[in-house]
């Protein structure tokens, strides 16, 4: 009588049959580590745009209106496909005081956009007109300052410490960029302001004086 042998796959065959899973998995699985590697060094599709303030914004009191300049420095960090459009810039002042008469808070409007200068003959610091207001595009490249002029009809400053909030809105369905800051009027800095009402140049407020240090307002400056 002859013993049939039994027929199977060999050692070798089954530890190859074993590990073929195995390596499968351990291929996905580095090929989705690459993907993620190389998606993750492209650059994003929405830019990741920042706003800075200025140490130094300046006040120009007159008998109709009282205009704000400020120059935001606006950036984007990263390297991106498509580009930032700012399509308009708000600023907003309110005393505070949660008792202070909401008429108080000044509209104010984006007026235009300057350039400044350096004029002995009017008074050292001085600008001239630059652009209307409008939408400016923003690159990694290429950071914006806009010198912009917001004006607020009939306010009359007085003294006391103002939050402030420059808004800037996109063209994007992203949501508005906001920086809040505050601005301290003493009653020395109103009377000061109204005897120079027929001075040309505006007057500066700075948020690095001793008196900010405290505060981290912005100050009057001289």
């Known amino acids: 009588m002859t013993r049939l042998k039994k027929t199977g796959p060999s050692r070798r065959r089954l530890r190859a049959q074993t590990l073929h899973p195995w390596i499968n998995t351990l291929a996905a699985t580095a090929a989705l580590v690459i993907s ?14 920042e706003v800075a303030l200025p140490r130094v914004i300046k006040l120009r009191w007159r ?7 400020i120059q935001p420095t606006v950036s984007t960090r990263f390297d991106t496909k498509n580009v930032e ?6 600023l907003s002042l309110r005393p505070d005081n949660a008792f202070a008469s909401p008429h ?3 509209r104010f409007n984006w007026n235009q956009t300057v350039e400044w200068l350096y004029r002995e003959d009017k008074e050292s610091i001085w600008w001239e007109f630059l652009s209307d207001p409008g939408p400016f595009m923003v690159t990694q490249e290429e950071p914006r300052q806009p ?6 009809d009939e306010w009359r400053p007085a003294p006391g410490r103002y939050i402030g909030t420059l808004t800037v809105h996109r063209a994007s369905h992203r949501d508005p960029l906001g920086k809040e800051f505050c601005l ?6 109103i009377t000061d302001l109204q005897n120079r009402k027929e001075k040309t140049a505006p007057d500066e407020f700075r948020s690095d004086t001793p008196e900010a240090a405290k505060d981290g307002c912005y100050h009057w400056y001289e």
């Open 85 to 90: 459009m700012v399509n308009d810039l708000e």
């Open 104 to 106: 108080v808070a000044p």
């Open 36 to 49: 993620c590697l190389t998606y993750s060094a492209l650059p994003p599709d929405e830019p990741d745009t």
């Open 184 to 189: 301290v009027l003493t009653q020395g800095d």
């Open 147 to 152: 010198a912009v002029e917001f004006t607020a």
């Open 63 to 69: 008998e109709d209106y009282t205009s704000l300049f």
